[in-house]
C-alpha cells in the first residue's frame, strides 16, 4: 500500500505523485464511490489516495502502475454540474486552499449569474475565492468602469479581487504572491486567459492557448483534463478545462441564501426566520436591495438559484 496524491486525470486513468516523488498510472479499484457524494468521477485532482502497485507484471507498460483503493478525507471540493449528467456533479478539485476565479468583462463576456453561482458554491464548500479580471489590455473607458464597479461590489461583500493583463503581463507578481504556499484551483470561462496566467506564473509549462472566436466571442476548449503543477514558490496549481455554466446541486431553496454572505447577514433582520426573500412583508433583503445596500444583479442571481432556471440572467 502506498499514500499518494493524485496530480491528473484523463478520463479513467489518474496520475498519482507518491511520498518519494515517484509517479504512478493508477485507475479505481472496483466501483466505489465517495458517501453523499453523487458524482460523475470517484477521485478528482486534489486527492490524497492510498493504492497498490501492480506487481503482476505482462508487459513494460505495465511498469509503475497501480489501483486506487481509497481516498483519505478531503478537506473541501468544488463542483459543477456534470455537462452531459445534468443532475449529477462532476468534482473540479479538492483539498483546495484558495480558488482563483479569471474572469472577463470582454472576449468573452463573465456575467455576474456566472461570477455568483461560482462564488456560492465556492461558499458552500467553505473555499476562499479570488478574483482575477484579466484581460484588461482590451477594455475602452466603458468596459474600465464596469470592472471598476465590479471590483468595488465583489471587494464591500468580502471577496478580494485583482486585475491582470496576461499580454502585459501586469498583476502577475501580485498574483503569485496570493497563490505561494498554497493549492490553487484556477477555474473561468474557456478564454478568458487561465493558461496564458498559468504559463506567467510558472515558466516552461507551455500549456496551450487558443484564440477566442471573433464571431461568437467565447472560448475553446484548450485544457482538456484537469493538472496539478507543483510551484517554485511552493505550493501547487491545479489547471481545469473551461466552465460554461455553473449550477448548484442538492441544495435546499432555504440554504440558497447562506451561501450569499450580504443577504444572509442582513436576513437575520427579516421579520419572518423563514423568509424566502421574494414576497414577505418586512424583509430586509428586499428593503436592502431597494436602498442598493444589496447589489441588484447579486439579488437576481440569489432568485435565479432560488426559481432554478435562467429567468434573472443578466450580464452586468
Known amino acids: 500500500m502506498k499514500r499518494g496524491l493524485v496530480i491528473k486525470t484523463t478520463g479513467s486513468w489518474f496520475t498519482v505523485e507518491d511520498e518519494n516523488g515517484d509517479i504512478f498510472e493508477c485507475k479505481v479499484k472496483g466501483n466505489f464511490r465517495i458517501k453523499g457524494i453523487k458524482s460523475t468521477n470517484p477521485v478528482a485532482v486534489g486527492d490524497r489516495v492510498i493504492f497498490t502497485v501492480q506487481t503482476d507484471l505482462k508487459s513494460a507498460s505495465d511498469l509503475n502502475t497501480g489501483w486506487i483503493t481509497s481516498i483519505e478525507d478531503r478537506k473541501n471540493y468544488i463542483v459543477r454540474r456534470s455537462p452531459n449528467l445534468s443532475k449529477q456533479s462532476h468534482i473540479i478539485a479538492a483539498n483546495i486552499d484558495l480558488a482563483v476565479l479569471v474572469v472577463t468583462v470582454t472576449s468573452p463576456v463573465t456575467t455576474t449569474t456566472f461570477i455568483d453561482r461560482y462564488l456560492a458554491s465556492a461558499e458552500a464548500y467553505r473555499i476562499p475565492v479570488l478574483i482575477v479580471f484579466n484581460k ?8 474600465q468602469q464596469k470592472m471598476a464597479k465590479l471590483i468595488s461590489m465583489y471587494s464591500k461583500i468580502g471577496y478580494p479581487c485583482m486585475h491582470t493583463s496576461a499580454k502585459q503581463q501586469m498583476g502577475i507578481e501580485e498574483l503569485k504572491s496570493q497563490l505561494k504556499g498554497k493549492t490553487n484551483v484556477i477555474n473561468g470561462h474557456s478564454g478568458v ?7 506567467l506564473i510558472q515558466p516552461g509549462l507551455n500549456l496551450k492557448t487558443s484564440e477566442i472566436s471573433e464571431m461568437h466571442k467565447t472560448g475553446k476548449h484548450t485544457t482538456a483534463f484537469s493538472a496539478m503543477y507543483k510551484l517554485p514558490s511552493g505550493g501547487y496549481i491545479i489547471d481545469t478545462p473551461g466552465i460554461k455554466g455553473f449550477g448548484m446541486l442538492n441544495m435546499e431553496a432555504w440554504e440558497i441564501g447562506h451561501y450569499f454572505p450580504e443577504i444572509f447577514k442582513i436576513s437575520k433582520k427579516c421579520q419572518y426566520n423563514n423568509c424566502s426573500h421574494t414576497h414577505e412583508p418586512g424583509c430586509a433583503v428586499k428593503n436592502a436591495v431597494e ?3 444589496i447589489a441588484q444583479s447579486r439579488y437576481n442571481s440569489y432568485l435565479g438559484l432560488l426559481e432554478g432556471d435562467d429567468k434573472y440572467r443578466k450580464p452586468y
Do not use: A, Q, V
Not at 482590451?138 to 468596459?143: G, M, P, Q, R, V
Not at 486567459?193 to 504559463?199: D, E
Open 136 to 143: 484588461t489590455d482590451l477594455y475602452n473607458k466603458d468596459e
Open 193 to 199: 486567459g487561465k493558461s496564458s496566467l498559468i504559463n
Open 291 to 293: 436602498e442598493s445596500e
